[in-house]
Nanobody, 127 residues
Framework: QVQLVESGGGLAQPGGSLRLSCAAS????????MGWYRQAPGKQRELVAS???????DYADSVKGRFTISRDNAKNTVYLQMNSLRPEDTAVYYC?????????????????????WGQGTQVTVSS
């Protein structure tokens, strides 16, 4: 069972910064991709940023130019640097790791692997 442990959330003022960390219990390069999602009260969970095993990154339009996803392979940790924070960034942030893949099976195919989630860390942006 894979464990993802987030840390670094808290209270920040508008325009401030926070850095989230996600420590994995498995080698992070074994995952196809890792990412950060967030869920605000009354809203659906949304993708914030992701990074593939090959190092490609992707960001939600709302955070481009403000947030940066990175990783330290030696520490099996993924980070989310959040700058120029806005009140609308307030949410619970979740780390995600995906190692699902489609493999041949019985003339067809099936999905192996799983999609893993951390417990979430609260980020509140308020003056």
């Amino acid at each position: 069972q894979v464990q993802l442990v987030e840390s670094g959330g808290g209270l920040a003022q508008p325009g401030g910064s926070l850095r989230l960390s996600c420590a994995a219990s498995r080698i992070i390069l074994s995952f196809n991709a890792m990412g950060w999602y967030r869920q605000a009260p009354g809203k659906q969970r949304e993708l914030v940023a992701s990074i593939t095993s090959g190092g490609s990154t992707d960001y939600a339009d709302s955070v481009k130019g403000r947030f940066t996803i990175s990783r330290d392979n030696a520490k099996n940790t993924v980070y989310l640097q959040m700058n120029s924070l806005r009140p609308e960034d307030t949410a619970v942030y979740y780390c995600n790791a995906d190692d699902r893949e489609t493999v041949p099976a019985g003339g067809g195919s099936r999905i192996v692997g799983d999609n893993y989630w951390g417990q979430g860390t609260q980020v509140t942006v308020s003056s």
